[in-house]
């Protein structure tokens, strides 16, 4: 799938807006049955959480799973308090892009930053985490590079440490941002209700 035709998929899905607490919240539904949820801050137009959901070969709705944002734990009753404690120390992997970059981060890492090391390998399409004290190890892709058939490149990868949490940063390709642009002047376009959903299709 190259980047036109991505961006042809997004502008021909049925999609919903919503303006609710400050974002804009947009639900697409796409001709292969799959929906994918996104919202984005009103002031700055910054990708805040994109969701997808799909059915199981079976049919059944599974649950949502989180590209974008992160994924907060349901209640805690006090019966299960104990084994949360014991886990809060693990790390914690999500992602939080900015305009220009896509970011992850890793939180509850408390190593030096030369301890780490971060690359891409492009013949597996994903960038590896690892520390020369063999106590953390994440592969990972970048599904927005993978939906339009771009290459990774080392020389957009960096990272940085601070407060026990790894920042790893993927500078955007211009594509990218393209049509991340594009797509924003589709969504603005979109009636969105501070009260309920609207269907609004793309023409």
């Not at 700055?44 to 974008?68: C, F």
């Not at 939080?96 to 190593?111: A, E, M, V």
């Given at each position: 799938?190259?980047?036109?035709?991505?961006?042809?998929?997004?502008?021909?899905?049925?999609?919903?807006?919503?303006?609710?607490?400050?974002?804009?919240?947009?639900?697409?539904?796409?001709?292969?049955?799959?929906?994918?949820?996104?919202?984005?801050?009103?002031?700055?137009?910054?990708?805040?959480?994109?969701?997808?959901?799909?059915?199981?070969?079976?049919?059944?709705?599974?649950?949502?799973?989180?590209?974008?944002?992160?994924?907060?734990?349901?209640?805690?009753?006090?019966?299960?308090?104990?084994?949360?404690?014991?886990?809060?120390s693990n790390p914690v992997?999500?992602?939080?892009?900015?305009?220009?970059?896509?970011?992850?981060?890793?939180?509850?890492?408390?190593?030096?930053?030369?301890?780490?090391?971060?690359?891409?390998?492009?013949?597996?399409?994903?960038?590896?985490?690892?520390?020369?004290?063999?106590?953390?190890?994440?592969?990972?892709?970048?599904?927005?590079?993978?939906?339009?058939?771009?290459?990774?490149?080392?020389?957009?990868?960096?990272?940085?440490?601070?407060?026990?949490?790894?920042?790893?940063?993927?500078?955007?390709p211009k594509e990218i941002?393209?049509?991340?642009?594009?797509?924003?002047?589709?969504?603005?376009?979109?009636?969105?209700?501070?009260?309920?959903?609207?269907?609004?299709?793309?023409?």
């Open positions: 799938m190259a980047v036109q035709s991505w961006i042809d998929i997004l502008k021909s899905s049925k999609k919903t807006a919503l303006i609710h607490d400050g974002k804009r919240k947009i639900h697409y539904l796409f001709k292969d049955g799959k929906e994918m949820s996104e919202e984005y801050d009103l002031k700055t137009d910054e990708l805040i959480v994109r969701k997808w959901h799909t059915k199981s070969t079976l049919g059944a709705q599974g649950p949502w799973e989180v590209e974008v944002g992160e994924t907060f734990p349901g209640p805690v009753t006090s019966v299960d308090t104990e084994v949360i404690k014991e886990n809060c992997f999500m992602r939080k892009d900015t305009k220009s970059s896509f970011q992850w981060r890793i939180r509850n890492l408390p190593y030096p930053k030369d301890v780490f090391c971060v690359s891409v390998e492009p013949s597996e399409r994903s960038i590896i985490i690892k520390t020369s004290n063999k106590k953390y190890y994440k592969k990972f892709g970048i599904t927005d590079l993978d939906r339009s058939q771009l290459p990774l490149d080392s020389s957009a990868l960096s990272f940085t440490h601070a407060n026990n949490t790894l920042i790893v940063s993927y500078k955007k941002l393209t049509l991340e642009h594009e797509l924003l002047k589709e969504l603005k376009k979109l009636k969105g209700t501070g009260e309920g959903d609207v269907d609004c299709k793309t023409q």
